[in-house]
């Protein structure tokens, strides 16, 4: 798996310069390319689905993003206790990484997972439910109820971004 | 074994991202790092070597399949995503005509 490899170092090196920038812009850009990366990403590991649905939701996402910062940008500031912060937050990300690499070493090999749950539907999927697509299958028939949660919460969060963007009944 | 790793270096960029940086902007860019870390590492673990993508059709010679669970599963964390990020980008927005600046800092007064 080289090419994957590759490809999530070029996503490492895409959030690293969306984190280091000092523009606003061009950290929002660079977040786009990660997001086009993972899409890749998805289409090397065989989740054709997954490749187009990340498309599509991260030009998206880039599109709100570039309306929310655009011609509102500014310098950053670097007062207050910048060097104990810095110095903390390495401390604890190097806790986690530790921490994650021996959890890492208990996980299935990497290309042999363990598919219990996932056989029933490989082997059943085409007759209890007439999809050839076993994603499908399995978002819209076997966790439909996941879906519909899916569907409230997008529901939920169009309303709610009306209700905090809307202009009429604001006071002055 | 080295690429879950590097995920999980994407997952420690998002963080430091959330932990370290004083603007909104970027405390949302680190979310959303964080999120496509996560999603790739579902995917990651539901690969199979050598396999093919989950849809049936006649005369194919590859027989495994990967697994379709966590591809579904992914496929609903996706969209979310997006919803919880426009959420987030409205309100920073908001923010940012109330107060003139995104700096977290700055944002202390609390008037309704």
Redesign the interface.
Known sequence: ?LE??IL??F??IG??I??KAKD?LS??IA?GT??LG?SL??LI??????AI??LV?EI??VI??I???IK?D?P??TS?RWFF??IV?FV??IV??SF??FC??D???????I?K??QF??NQ??RQTGA????S???LDY?AY??LG?AT??F???V??LA??RRAGRKK | ??????????F??????I?????L??I???I??IE?AV??FF???????????????PGQSIVD?????P??????A??????????I??????V?EKYG???I?KIRRLKG
């Open positions: 798996m994957l490899q999530l170092i996503m490492i959030a690293l969306a984190v606003l950290s929002v977040l990660v997001g993972l990403a998805f590991l065989k989740a054709p689905d997954l649905a990340q939701v998206l996402c709100i993003l309306r929310a910062t509102k500014l950053f500031s207050g912060n810095t937050t604890f990300l986690f990484l994650a690499y890492i070493k996980l299935p090999q990497f290309g042999k997972p598919m749950v996932s539907f490989l999927g085409l050839t697509n076993l994603v299958s399995v978002v966790r996941d879906t899916e919460i997008l939920t969060a169009v709610a971004v905090v963007m | 074994m080295s690429v879950y790793f590097l995920c999980l270096v994407l420690c960029i998002g963080l430091y991202c932990l370290r940086k004083r603007n902007i970027k949302i860019i680190g959303a790092i496509y999603n790739l995917v990651l673990v539901g690969y199979k070597m050598g396999g093919r993508a989950p849809i049936l059709s399949m990967v697994d379709p669970l591809q579904a599963l992914v496929l609903t996706i969209v979310i995503g997006l919803a919880v990020t426009a959420l980008a409205a309100i920073a927005m908001r940012y600046t995104f700096d800092t």
